[in-house]
């Protein structure tokens, strides 16, 4: 009873507390009364110093969380952070609110180009946003140079990157719909994306990112799993993800519904059910197989409950490989021993994984995965099974 306690809690903190650094919410999308302008003077001089585009005038008082507009998904408001990145608030019906995308763009973009470009997802872990992998990474400087858009959709801090079942109802949220459809398609009418995708992510993104590879065939060439769960209907799974929804005071089954009666509906958002429809894409996992402090720890950092993620990760990672050798699908493992359910793990593992990216996109420098050795341990394999 005592090691089910800790599983349970293992996962919550695994599903929607992606790390132990208190998450800020970014103050320029702050809610302001209906009628008042937002446009202040550091959104102009960033506009300014950055691209030359600029939000519709009319839609400066639209602000993120606030309700969707009628009809049909569409881009309100722009803003220039920098250069490169520029965030959207997009009116979606299929979350309905207004709900931010943040974007890095390749040198030489522009809406009016006579190309269009790669696209990278990368996707947010539980308990986080849109901004995680700006405000904890240096995504911006490490692909100052890549020939593709980088795209950083918010996902809701517990949702899973599904279209919640509502018991039958369907209806908000539809992350799924969110991603795949309205982002995907704004994206390539008005802002030059192209069709040769991969996507990645970290924790709860690490999930969606290889559900959403799984689930529409064809759309990414490259998947990329840091520390998530890849087998939703294993031993012990679906209370977990129960029980970490109800952590964020969700109702528990309006996500997927109940996992004994609903399990057509489980089935359909398990990574290992939809496996089969994996082959063709890169394919790259990661996980520690412990609690264990790692080489990226700094020493004397205290332990915290969210590190159990590692082990629970692994359990299920390890069933998605039984299940991909066993269809004869080739895919990368990296099961490296100690090591915490923190950032410095997953950007180690995302720049492992960096050169299958660009060959995925097409780019030059993509090759097999880089072999980290001076900061790993465990087992690293290509899972390239015989006929």
Do not use: C
């Not at 390749?106 to 539980?126: C, D, E, F, I």
């Not at 629970?312 to 990672?317: E, F, H």
């Amino acid at each position: 009873m005592r090691s089910r306690a800790l599983l349970a809690l293992a996962t919550t903190v695994l599903l929607v507390g992606s790390n132990a650094t208190p998450v800020l919410a970014d103050p320029g999308w702050s809610l302001v009364p209906d009628g008042k302008s937002t446009t202040t003077g550091t959104d102009a001089q960033q506009a300014k110093g950055g691209r030359p585009t600029a939000a519709p005038k009319t839609a400066t008082n639209y602000m993120a969380g606030q309700k969707a507009l009628p009809g049909s998904a569409r881009v309100v408001r722009e803003r220039w952070l920098s250069p490169r990145m520029l965030d959207l608030l997009i009116s979606s019906p299929s979350i309905g609110l207004m709900t931010p995308v943040r974007l890095l763009l390749p040198k030489g973009w522009s809406k009016q180009a006579n190309r269009t470009w790669p696209v990278l997802y990368l996707l947010h872990g539980g308990a986080d946003n849109y901004t995680s992998w700006t405000r904890m990474t240096d995504i911006a400087g490490f692909t100052e140079n890549l020939d593709a858009m980088v795209v950083m959709p918010e996902a809701g801090r517990a949702g899973n990157y599904s279209d919640w079942y509502n018991g039958g109802k369907g209806g908000t949220p539809a992350w799924a719909t969110f991603h795949t459809y309205e982002v995907r398609r704004l994206l390539e009418i008005g802002y030059r994306a192209g069709t040769r995708r991969a996507v990645a992510g970290l924790s709860m993104g690490a999930y969606g990112a290889m559900k959403y590879a799984a689930r529409y065939p064809g759309m990414f060439r490259f998947v990329g799993a840091y520390s998530g769960i890849m087998a939703t209907e294993i031993p012990g799974i679906p209370a977990i993800i129960m029980n970490a929804q109800a952590s964020e005071k969700q109702d528990p089954k309006a996500l997927w519904g109940d996992p004994v009666r609903d399990r057509r509906i489980w089935a359909a958002n398990d990574p290992v059910a939809l496996a089969p429809r994996l082959r063709g894409v890169s394919i790259y996992m990661s996980s520690g197989t412990n609690s264990f402090m790692g080489p990226l720890d700094p020493p004397g950092s205290p332990w915290h409950p969210a590190h159990l993620g590692e082990p629970i990760s692994a359990y299920t990672v390890k069933a998605l490989s039984k299940r991909l050798n066993s269809l004869g699908i080739q895919h990368t493992l990296n099961l490296y021993g100690n090591g915490t359910h923190t950032w410095p793990y997953w950007i180690r593992e995302f720049k492992n994984s960096y050169p299958m990216i660009l060959a995925a996109l097409g780019l030059p420098g993509g090759g097999p995965p880089k072999l980290d050795t001076t900061d790993r341990q465990g087992d690293w394999q290509l899972a390239n099974p015989r006929p």
